[in-house]
């Protein structure tokens, strides 16, 4: 999914206007993209002079860090070695949950490209 950098992003507003759904707006003198209205259709990341549009690819790393910071910051609630190990495991369990739900859209979405008939 697209987001926008906004140290990049110099609001001349090209991707707004060539967006198909009217997804994009220029806030503050920046371009926001509202998700819930985003296609992905990628228009933003091709018309964009800035190279301001990006793939949300690049955010893995954060992401990751931001997952870690939480659960060492939830971690805090608890007292004992054993309460702690305890609620790792429960995380574990949930981002296991998490790919687990990515694997299983992915799957769904992988039949439907190969379904010609839902094209």
């Known amino acids: 999914?697209?987001?926008?950098?906004?140290?990049?992003?110099?609001?001349?507003?090209?991707?707004?206007?060539?967006?198909?759904?009217?997804?994009?707006?220029?806030?503050?003198?920046?371009?926001?993209?509202?998700?819930?209205?985003?296609?992905?259709?990628?228009?933003?990341?091709?018309v964009c002079p800035q190279d301001a549009v990006r793939h949300d690819s690049e955010k893995i790393p954060q992401e990751v860090e931001d997952n870690l910071e939480k659960t060492k910051r939830l971690m805090k609630n608890f007292e004992t070695k054993?309460?702690?190990?305890?609620?790792?495991?429960r995380m574990i369990k949930h981002y296991n949950k998490e790919r687990k739900v990515a694997e299983k859209t992915i799957e769904e979405i992988t039949n439907l490209l190969t379904a010609e008939d839902d094209l």
């Open 1 to 46: 999914m697209p987001w926008v950098d906004k140290n990049k992003c110099n609001g001349c507003g090209i991707c707004a206007r060539e967006c198909p759904v009217g997804a994009i707006s220029i806030k503050e003198g920046k371009a926001e993209i509202d998700m819930e209205k985003c296609i992905r259709c990628g228009k933003c990341h091709e």
């Open 82 to 89: 054993e309460e702690k190990k305890a609620f790792l495991e």
